[in-house]
């Protein structure tokens, strides 16, 4: 997308994406390679912890979490 932000539709009509980003040209650059890598690893890890809380959640050992959240990271 060039110089282009993320659309303000995205936000509007994206209520259910894992993340969504723009890179300036088709070939990314270092930073936008490393911010994907930085995103794709905190959903693994946040995947690990749903099926944690999902296949255990009748153990009595199992982790108890009192809260959870999804955070709005956004990056200019």
């Known amino acids: 997308m060039k ?3 993320l659309p303000g ?3 509007r009509h ?3 994406f894992d993340f969504m ?3 300036k ?8 390679w490393n911010a994907l890598r930085e995103i794709v690893q905190e959903e693994i890890d946040a995947s690990k912890k749903l099926e ?6 009748r153990n009595k ?3 108890k979490f009192f809260y959870g959240s999804q955070a709005l990271a956004l990056e200019p």
């Open 14 to 16: 994206g209520a259910h």
């Open 25 to 32: 040209s088709y070939e990314p650059e270092e930073y936008e």
């Open 21 to 23: 980003l723009s890179w």
């Open 3 to 5: 110089e282009t932000p």
């Open 52 to 57: 944690e809380m999902i296949f255990n959640s």
């Open 9 to 11: 539709r995205l936000f």
């Open 61 to 63: 050992m199992r982790e």
